[in-house]
């Protein structure tokens, strides 16, 4: 497998969607045992359903909650975390909402897509850290309304802050690497054209080709917990 030396490039993004986290036992969106073969988005997943049914919304969260609490970064997570330890030009972007990137140790993590891990008041914003509790019986502590989990659900606005942050770093990529996205997810995916345009080296770390397979120069069809330690490992006697 191709292996790059991250030292040689001045600012690296790694862009992280659900396949970084399949190996930890997190199930993806799409694909076999995709989430979406389980569920429709429309009942459990967006601000309409959870006006309709919040009990529904919010056990479905919390069942997802407890399952990602059950598992563990992998070596792609450490080996990330790793080099953000070594190299202070490195910035993760992550879809993902289940935390792993922080759990194996990067400080440094923009969320596109919120956190299963915090909650927040339609109306006053205001977050709940939910580490050591449950979701349920929530309340605003403003207003009294139910929180919703602070995630980006379908028909949800993007966080303009998150996206202008995660802009500015792909804009300065010299090196950019998707790691286990689809590429299907708007407007997260075009992050992807943004940064061939700007010009990176892109690099696809995927079990499969996505619809964005065309924008990488190089493609590791391997699964991310041996394509990440392989293809950027660590300096002689790093651990
Ligand atoms: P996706 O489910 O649409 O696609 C997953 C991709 O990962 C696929 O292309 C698949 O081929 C690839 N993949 C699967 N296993 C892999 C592995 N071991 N190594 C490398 N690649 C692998 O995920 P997405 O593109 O991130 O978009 C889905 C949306 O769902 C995102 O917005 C994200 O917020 C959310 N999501 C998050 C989680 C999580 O937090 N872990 C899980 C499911 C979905």
Do not use: K
């Amino acid at each position: 497998m191709t292996a790059f030396a991250l030292h040689d490039y001045d600012r690296v993004v790694f862009f992280t969607g659900a396949g970084v986290s399949a190996e930890s036992g997190v199930p993806t969106y799409r694909g076999y045992g995709g989430i979406w073969a389980q569920y429709r988005p429309e009942d459990v997943a967006s601000e309409a359903a959870f006006q309709r049914d919040p009990e529904t919304v919010i056990a479905f969260h919390e069942t997802r909650r407890r399952h990602v609490a059950s598992c563990h970064p992998n070596p792609a997570h450490r080996q990330i975390a790793a080099w953000q330890r070594r190299h202070g030009g490195v910035t993760v972007v992550t879809q993902n909402t289940d935390g792993l990137h922080a759990r194996a140790g990067s400080e440094d993590v923009i969320e596109l897509h919120g956190s299963l891990w915090r909650m927040r008041c339609r109306q006053h914003g205001s977050m709940v850290d939910l580490s050591d509790g449950p979701y349920r019986q929530r309340q605003c502590p403003q207003c009294g309304q139910p929180m919703r989990p602070d995630i980006t659900w379908f028909g949800d606005p993007v966080d303009r802050d998150a996206f202008e942050a995660a802009g500015r770093a792909v804009q300065q990529a010299a090196l950019f690497v998707a790691i286990g996205t689809s590429a299907m997810v708007w407007p997260a995916a075009g992050f992807i054209e943004h940064a061939l345009h700007a010009g990176a080296t892109m690099v696809e770390v995927n079990t499969e080709a996505t619809e964005a397979s065309r924008c990488f120069a190089h493609c590791l069809r391997a699964p991310a917990s041996q394509a990440i330690p392989a293809a950027f490992p660590l300096p002689e006697g790093a651990d």
